[in-house]
């Protein structure tokens, strides 16, 4: 018997089993394939923790000591894994803790199911304890979202919720059960996985005439330039991609969650778009003739000033989404579609060619921004240390094979700007809502999605002490994740546009740290803290050496500038060195 | 660019749906997030059992219309959206208004009243007297001022209902929505309609 046999029978109805709501929800989560769950128990959930006592053989829980960090939990072990993140949480202040993980994920397009346990379906409406609407709560930041007070709904909005969190342009699902849902008795019929929902098309047609018009623009242009998002990734479509750029010759950037999906060293991967993207992506991005966007939505973080953007370009846009197609960025030829499917059609039709001046173009931009930004920032002349030479380090030591799990800041730009990725699903951020507090919970997630890889969480001294609480799961689970903290001994973004834009009127960005070594000592982990070049470099390699979790503080030059930069409201072109 | 993308004027949006609660929610947040005020809002069932539809009317620019109804679409429980100018549709309201008895039969020609507004009277009775009418928003205001010198007592208007001149209706479109195969939604853009000039350099 084939495996596919075996999946088949394993859904086909079996003689109905009497079972509890809360038991049948952990049978569905084990038909879907789930191993992995973040969460934090309560009042409403119980009975669901209940029965999960006789499953810990089965599925592996972690428990987090915040929901909010179980969320991006689940949200690092989506991106690295490529699967569905799953995360439990109870009613009222359990519910609510996840709402900014949620929204990061709405926005990051991350496949997540998300459990909440709900007072008894009695009690609805009453301002019972610890009764939060949360369905009204989530319905903006999530994709999908449902209440079950019934526990015979359970199989099927379960296997709803997984088809709808994983398919066309993923995003988080939340499933809210009432207390009495998950007590209930019925007869369970066994699980049936949901692959079509009549109202849901989240796979457009491809038009091949469209596909056609894409490719003749293509054909016809000069300076064709490729920006690419994490639409690639969660299509599981960088082969397509490479193949395409390959073929076509077309320099190629990426968005900040379009990272890896190439590797770094790639020839045509001429760098990063954006406010502190590199140079020559930005500034050409207004001197093309057609510009190819694929798996990218135009964030204003991306395009800068939207009337002055392009506008010289005819633009191409892949996405499945048909609501980004002229969201943003008028598009000449709209191609909708999973680009997985719509790259091989479109390199089939595209000719082979190189744009060797073109491309020079861009490598002249990248020589004046080494010598302008890139050399100081890597091989620093200066004492102090800076953020660059510590990720240039990073690559130095893991060759780029690390994924790194960033938090949100001056860190945050100078590690997408510098880590070198060999890999796909290795670049770990939160890009759309930059929600500081992220990356120490995410790469616990991101360790437990790919266990075999170095997992570096690169955190400010800001964001770090937004969920250092998650010190306590690396602690109670033994997540060997490193955690590298940039202490410049300020909230170093909002200090940067405080002294860029406010005329270094420096209000409330000086933040203080405790001993994070001790704090780390106090959690078992061990650690250090570094603000010497010659110990720099020892430092990172016992980090990386050692087996479980490490902490390393490295204490960096306080007052650096993210450079080059797209002031908020000024074109693309107009980016800064300085 | 045509005018219509540049002017705001009254949009029909018809949104066929599955029936199912917080859909509503999930509608109105969408217009709501973006600061555009709902006229008019109605949900009624469609020619087809079990499907739902919405009727709702904005003011705004063709473009952000379009926008906004592509978001509506994108919800997992949505099967279609419309959006039509007043032209493109055939749309009634309806108004109820109480007026006082005795006021009324006393001074005004009624039957001259209902005829020259096509109003109809719903109940007598000794102490009000209420009438209906039924058609664009301009026929019903126009009831209003000439019932108010006789004591208008209430008002309301119904949201406004709409049916889409060139429409055939949804059960093929429902038929193709439940095979498997992806959809073949031809996505309007503003460029490929105008054809094939667009792509010589
Ligand atoms: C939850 C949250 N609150 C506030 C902000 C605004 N914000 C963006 S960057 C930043 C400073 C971050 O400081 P730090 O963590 O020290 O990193 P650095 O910029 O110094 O590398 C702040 C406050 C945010 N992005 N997220």
Known sequence: ?578 | MSTENIEKQEYNITVYTENQIGLLTRIAIIFSRRKINIESLNTSPSEIESIHRFNIVITETREVVQKVCRQIEKQVEVLKVYFNTNEDVIWQEMALYKVPTEEIAEKALVERLLRENGARVVVIRSDYTVFETTGHREETDMLITKLQPFGLIEFVRSARIAIIKDSEGFNRKLREFERREPGHEPIENEYLNKGAKVFTM
């Open chain 1, 1 to 578: 018997m084939d495996t596919a046999q075996k999946e088949q029978i394993a859904q086909e109805p079996k003689a109905s089993v009497e079972m509890t709501g809360s038991v049948a929800l952990l049978e569905g989560l084990i038909a879907e394939g789930v191993d992995t769950i973040f969460g934090y128990p309560g009042g409403a959930i119980m009975p669901i923790y209940d029965a999960l006592y006789d499953y810990m053989d089965k599925l592996n829980h972690v428990l987090v000591r915040h929901e909010q960090g179980g969320i991006h939990a689940g949200q690092g072990y989506a991106r690295t894994s490529g699967k569905v993140g799953v995360v439990f949480a109870t009613s009222g202040p359990g519910a609510t803790n996840l709402v900014t993980g949620l929204a990061d994920a709405q926005i990051d397009s991350t496949p997540l199911v998300c459990i909440t346990g709900q007072v008894f379906a009695h009690l609805l409406g009453t301002d019972a304890f610890q009764e939060t609407d949360v369905i009204n709560i989530t319905t903006p930041v999530t994709k999908w979202n449902y209440q079950i007070t019934d526990a015979t709904e359970i199989p099927e909005v379960l296997a709803k919720a997984f088809y709808i969190a994983k398919s066309g342009r993923p995003g988080p699902v939340l499933i809210d059960i009432t207390k009495n849902a998950q007590l209930q008795k019925f007869n369970f019929e066994g699980y049936v996985k949901c692959d079509h929902i009549r109202s849901y098309r989240p796979r457009p047609h491809v038009r091949q005439e469209y596909v056609q018009a894409a490719a003749d623009l293509i054909n016809q242009a000069k300076k064709p330039f490729i920006l690419w998002g994490q639409g690639v990734i969660l299509g599981s479509a960088e082969q397509e991609f490479k193949a395409f750029i390959e073929k076509s010759g077309i320099p190629s950037a990426w968005t900040v969650l379009g990272a890896g999906a190439i590797p770094t060293d790639h020839p045509l991967n001429v760098g990063m778009l954006g406010m502190h993207g590199n140079y020559g992506p930005n500034v050409l991005t207004n001197e093309c003739d057609v510009l190819i966007a694929i798996g990218m939505r135009f964030d204003d973080r991306v395009t800068g000033r939207l009337d002055k953007y392009a506008k010289q370009a005819k633009v191409v846009h892949l996405d499945i989404d048909p609501a980004e197609i002229d969201k943003n960025v008028k598009t000449t030829v709209p191609v909708w579609g999973d680009c997985k499917e719509t790259l091989p059609l479109l390199t089939e039709l595209v000719e082979a060619k190189q744009h060797t001046e073109w491309l020079a173009k861009f490598n002249d931009y990248m020589r004046q921004e080494v010598e302008a930004v890139i050399k100081d920032e890597l091989f620093p002349t200066s004492d102090e240390l800076t953020m660059g030479e510590v990720i240039q380090l990073v690559n130095e030591l893991t060759k780029g094979e690390a994924i790194i799990v960033t938090d949100v800041g001056q860190h945050q730009m100078v590690a997408c700007r510098y880590a070198k990725f060999n890999n796909t699903r290795s670049n770990v951020t939160s890009g759309g809502l930059g929600t500081m507090g992220f990356s120490l919970p995410a790469a616990i997630g991101a360790k437990y999605g790919a266990p075999d890889k170095e997992v570096i969480a690169v955190i400010g001294d800001g964001g770090v002490q937004m969920t250092i609480q998650e010190l306590g799961t690396i602690m109670q689970f033994g997540v060997a994740v490193k955690v590298l903290i940039l202490n410049n001994q300020f909230l170093g973004m909002v200090r940067q546009w405080q002294q860029l834009f406010h005329d270094k009127r420096y209000s409330f960005v000086n933040i203080t740290s405790p001993d994070y070594v001790k704090v780390a000592e106090g959690y078992r982990i061990p650690g250090q803290s570094v603000k010497e070049r010659e110990a720099l470099k020892a430092a990172l390699k016992t980090m990386i050496e050692h087996e479980g979790a490490y902490l390393l503080e490295v204490m960096v030059t306080k007052e650096n500038n993210v450079f080059p930069m797209v002031p908020q409201g000024c074109s693309v072109s107009e980016i800064r060195l300085k």
